[in-house]
């Protein structure tokens, strides 16, 4: 049998992903800065949340803005549902809200006050039932997407949750924390299912304060390997003298796959997030710069460079544009394939 082939496939060759081709398409400006973006996984819209306590919406085809306006401090966390349909934002606030991402005139559909003191980290499930926030009070709480409702609380982490993640097509999840350590959990019985050791990327200073610890935890595409991201290497923790690092483990045996970060251009620099392409290569910043890896290679094989200091970046759906957040306010895109 012969499928019938989409119009715009049909129209043009497959453009592959290229890093070394890669050059700025989009350059919008924000008042405030920028801690975290995330397009919508129809790929019609990109939400940026800022330090202005709103989340930015972009409209991608057209680059209109709205503001979604309801925190009351730094936003640092956007999510969307599966469908798209309904954008979740995290704030230092301790609470999160749900919005209708297409409405004209964004207003909250729900406002959660989730944790005490910074609601840090925010992910959906796979599924879209279950919201999944980590913050200062050490918890990893689960709620309920159509209701709002609390429907677990994971205890056990001994310092501030940075990050959450759903297990790709379950509902068990990670969480890393400030002290390098990553946490699996069965999240429909709220039991600790095991630990991944990264306790090298946190750091004491003055042997009291934690600095550091698991900024990011991503999974490929097959759910296979796990990895976490962060620094390592620190000479001087108040100074900033550190290392990028990513951490890589095998999903099934808990072990470390490979470490990997910038060798030959060493830069004092935090790795906040990393993305794992479908095509294989790994993708995390470098303070101003996004770095590109293959899946086995400790040194990075090429540097995209960027105007400013970034926080976050997101993939388009496409797999071809990539959608970062700075701290000068800018969200900018970059096509990874010839002009």
Not at 181 to 206: C, M, P, V, Y
Request: glycine fraction near 10%; hydrophobic fraction near 40%; charged fraction near 20%.
């Amino acid at each position: 049998m012969t499928l019938p082939i989409p119009n715009d496939a049909a129209a043009k060759p497959e453009v592959r992903f290229d890093p070394r081709a890669a050059h700025l398409t989009q350059d919008w400006a924000h008042t405030g800065r920028l801690l975290c973006c995330r397009v919508d996984p129809t790929g019609r819209f990109v939400g940026a949340g800022s330090t202005d306590h709103t989340v930015q919406r972009w409209e991608i085809a057209s680059g209109n803005k709205v503001p979604l306006a309801a925190h009351t401090n730094w936003v640092s966390s956007v999510g969307f549902s599966p469908d798209g349909a309904t954008l979740y934002s995290g704030s230092y606030d301790g609470r999160w809200i749900a919005w209708e991402t297409s409405a004209a005139s964004p207003q909250p559909l729900r406002t959660i006050t989730a944790h005490e003191g910074w609601l840090r980290a925010l992910a959906v499930s796979g599924d879209g039932a279950w919201i999944a926030t980590g913050g200062n009070d050490r918890l990893v709480k689960i709620w309920s997407s159509a209701t709002g409702e609390q429907v677990g609380e994971l205890a056990g982490h001994p310092q501030q949750v940075f990050c959450v993640q759903f297990v790709p097509g379950t509902r068990e999840l990670v969480s890393g924390d400030i002290s390098g350590n990553i946490h699996h959990w069965n999240g429909t019985e709220g039991k600790l299912l095991r630990q991944f050791d990264a306790q090298d990327t946190s750091f004491l200073i003055a042997d009291k304060v934690p600095f550091g610890g698991i900024l990011n935890l991503a999974f490929n595409r097959d759910g296979s390997r796990l990895t976490a991201t962060g620094h390592f290497k620190v000479t001087n923790a108040p100074a900033g003298n550190r290392r990028a690092v990513a951490t890589t483990f095998n999903w099934k045996t808990g072990e470390r796959v490979v470490r990997q970060e910038s060798v030959k251009e060493e830069r004092d620099a935090t790795l906040w997030r990393a993305v794992h392409h479908p095509r294989g290569p790994m993708l995390g910043i470098v303070a101003k710069e996004l770095g590109f890896w293959e899946p086995e290679s400790v040194e990075l094989f090429h540097l995209l460079k960027t105007p400013s200091e970034m926080f976050d970046f997101d993939l388009h759906p496409n797999g071809l544009d990539l959608f970062t957040a700075h701290f000068d306010g800018h969200l900018r895109v970059y096509r990874c394939a010839p002009a």
